[in-house]
């Protein structure tokens, strides 16, 4: 569902028949006569989708997240908030930058529409940027021949609708300005080769068993989920072009089963 565009029609459509109705048939109507019940929807439910589809286009938009590809940063159940204008600002529905403000930067949390299928938004930790080299291997993350500084924060145990990871390490990465936390399970392998895929700029990553290479190109972003061993990110489906950003996520505003979490900033 394209929620965007759905929006914009009906703020087309409410604010046609609203100035329809004050240039057409209101002044041909009697004193007194009631207006027709479309034009008195159309009247109410116009400032509301106005207001709504300029906060969510401009300024901040929910998402919920579904899987558990960026934990432990965030988790199942996470309703959280994006901003729209960090990385400029966009026309909506065309995603279109209009005006540049700041680029991502590694560490940064980011929410952008899926290579493979735009229609649906992914989330996850940029871990490239434009002309950086990539390498993970064994397990470890190295940006332009530096191995992240890391440090083992003992056993991460969290159990839910049949995510169950007792036995994944909890590590602390500094990335960037970013220190954060990521899983990594000992007996999970590396990279599942079969899973890689073809995508454009291909060319530009190297794979064996013990991981991957890549130069991240001019206009685009390698993606990594903080679960590393249990994401489907850039290392299967390929770089995301600069056209495809939604926006960084920056706060957890809801979470019905840990209500501790509401308003923990995303790092």
Known sequence: MNFPLIMLIALVVTGVIWLFDIYALKPRRAAGAK??????????????????FMLRSFLVEPFKIPSGSMMPTLLVGDFILVNKYTYGI?????????????SPKNGDVMVFRYPEDPSLDYIKRVVGVPGDKI???NKQLTINGKPLKIES??????????????NANLISEQLGEH?????VQPEAPVLRLGDVRQFSNRENCAYNNEGFTCTV??????????????????????FV??????????MIWW?????????????
């Open 153 to 166: 924060l003992g056993n991460y145990s969290y159990v839910k609708s049949g995510l169950n990871f007792v």
């Open 135 to 137: 390498s993970y291997q």
């Open 35 to 52: 207006e027709p019940l479309l034009v008195e929807y159309s009247k109410s439910f116009f400032p509301v989708i106005l207001v709504v």
């Open 217 to 238: 190109p001019q206009g685009h972003y390698f993606m990594m989920g903080d679960n590393r061993d249990d994401s489907n990110d850039s290392r299967y489906w390929g």
């Open 90 to 102: 966009r026309l909506p529905v065309a995603n279109k930058k209009i005006i540049d403000i700041a």
């Open 255 to 267: 979470n019905f089963d840990d209500l501790k979490r509401i308003g923990k900033s995303i790092d």
């Open 179 to 183: 220190n954060h936390q990521t899983l």
């Open 241 to 250: 072009p600069d056209r495809n950003i939604v926006g960084k996520a920056f």
